[in-house]
């Protein structure tokens, strides 16, 4: 299981603590937590990944490099699946990367995370009633129709279409269990089966 976390959120360790979860095998943040990334290491007993927010500084891209935890413009190997981090800070380079690293593999056993989301795949802001997605995440997804795309956005959103399950976590939410064992996809309050 992956655990997606909203990394604003996350601000101490005793709230790190809380969030650690049974049989999680890596966490991913979305946007870096407010707390170094030293902590979270000494915290975490599984692996983290970070995909970095427009609001991250430079020593959060630096730390997680340093300790190889960032994920933006990188392709891991799950097994089963291949995990994709589109960052906040320069989200059209990581999408243009990330697009050369996919071109040999099978891209329908792919999950993305990006601090961004889509346009016009959950990205609605209702009070203002405008899009705040980005079109090159849009082509993106009709590229290379990963198994999964997550990101922040507005409000909480789960769209399927054309075996692609996107998911927006809202501001305000603090993390997003996904199931990696099921092939069937389902969607329940808290945990993700893809």
Do not use: Q
Request: some cysteine.
């Amino acid at each position: 299981m992956l655990r997606v976390l909203n990394g604003r959120m996350v601000k101490t360790r005793k709230e790190l603590s809380a969030l650690m979860g049974e049989g999680v095998e890596a966490y991913v943040f979305l946007g870096g937590p407010r707390l170094p990334l030293g902590h979270v290491n000494a915290v975490l007993g599984s692996p983290f990944y970070v995909v970095t927010g427009k609001y991250d500084d430079i020593y959060v891209t630096k730390a997680a490099r340093d300790l190889g935890r960032l994920l933006d413009a990188r392709v891991l190997d799950l097994g089963r699946y291949h995990m994709v981090g589109i960052g906040g800070i320069d989200p059209h380079y990581c999408v243009s990367k990330a697009l050369k690293l996919l071109s040999d593999i099978d891209t329908r056993e792919v999950l993305v995370f990006s601090y961004l989301p889509a346009m016009n795949w959950c990205d609605l802001v209702p009070r203002l009633n405008v899009r705040a997605g980005l079109p090159e995440l849009s082509d993106f997804i009709e590229r290379v129709k990963p198994r999964l795309f997550v990101s922040l956005g507005s409000e909480s959103c789960c769209k399927l279409s054309g075996g692609i399950k996107v998911i927006t976590m809202s501001a305000s939410d603090t993390y997003l269990d996904i199931n990696l064992d099921s092939d069937l996809p389902s969607h329940d309050p808290g945990v993700l089966t893809v």
